[in-house]
């Protein structure tokens, strides 16, 4: 009976025993699974804080982004009203344009009929150079002319003198020899050149019509005193022509 008691004893202290040990194993799994959710609890709360961190940073940032937006929005109104501006100032220019474009269309037209009157008057102004020319030239042709006919009558009527006294000596009565000799030496004479007495007369200046010898004429012109030895009337080169006698 005793037995009997004290093997139902071990059995129910065995059976004790071993919801006590399970018991404790229960307990261990449990405090592991505790100290897992609290290692679980610590690393959410620290992604919770980072989450809240980058919650506030990310608010800040929407801040500072919506800062920036209302800036940026500031800045296109700006550019905005820059652009209306410059299109204001680009009509205002464009008509100035056109307006310069139409002025300088009126002052080419201008220039260009300014242009065709100054070739029109420079071809009458040749036409009348040539005019001028050509009537200097018998200007010149006649003054010449006119020259050569007032020495061909000085000449004659030198030639004229010259026979009256011949034939008013003619009727004088001869002479003795010194007479005539006295008569060529002034004939002579009056063919000599007034200014060195030695060479013969042979050009004659139409500006007053005194004849010299072609030494003294080329000595004055060379030595640039162009005036007559005789009367000290200026003369040129071109008014020198050469005589016969």
């Not at 990310?58 to 209306?84: C, F, G, P, Y």
């Not at 009565?173 to 030695?198: F, N, S, V």
């Amino acid at each position: 009976m005793m037995e009997r008691e004290l093997q139902t004893i071990c059995e129910s202290f065995a059976k004790l025993e071993e919801q006590s040990t399970s018991k404790v194993w229960d307990l261990s799994a449990k405090e592991q699974a505790i100290a897992r959710v609290v290692a679980e609890k610590c690393k959410y709360e620290e992604k919770f804080i980072g989450l809240n961190k980058d919650r506030e940073a990310m608010r800040l940032a929407n801040q500072a982004l919506r800062a920036q937006n209302v800036k940026q929005l500031d800045h296109i109104k700006a550019i905005e009203e820059h652009d209306r501006a410059l299109s204001q100032q680009l009509s205002l220019v464009r008509s100035e344009a056109e307006q310069a474009t139409a002025a300088w269309q009126a002052a080419a037209a201008k220039l260009q009929d300014a242009q065709q009157r100054t070739v029109e008057l420079e071809e009458q102004a040749r036409v009348l150079e040539d005019r001028a020319v050509i009537a200097t030239q018998a200007l010149a042709e006649r003054t010449e002319a006119l020259a050569a006919a007032e020495h061909e009558r000085r000449r004659t009527q030198e030639c004229l003198d010259l026979a009256n006294r011949r034939v008013s000596e003619s009727e004088r009565p001869p002479t003795d020899q010194t007479g005539l000799a006295k008569l060529c030496a002034d004939y002579k004479a009056l063919l000599k050149c007034p200014t060195c007495q030695t060479n013969f007369k042979s050009h004659v200046l139409l500006r007053c019509m005194h004849v010299f010898c072609k030494q003294c004429i080329d000595s004055r012109i060379e030595t640039r005193q162009r005036k007559c030895p005789s009367c000290s009337e200026p003369f040129g080169a071109k008014d020198v022509r050469q005589i016969y006698l």
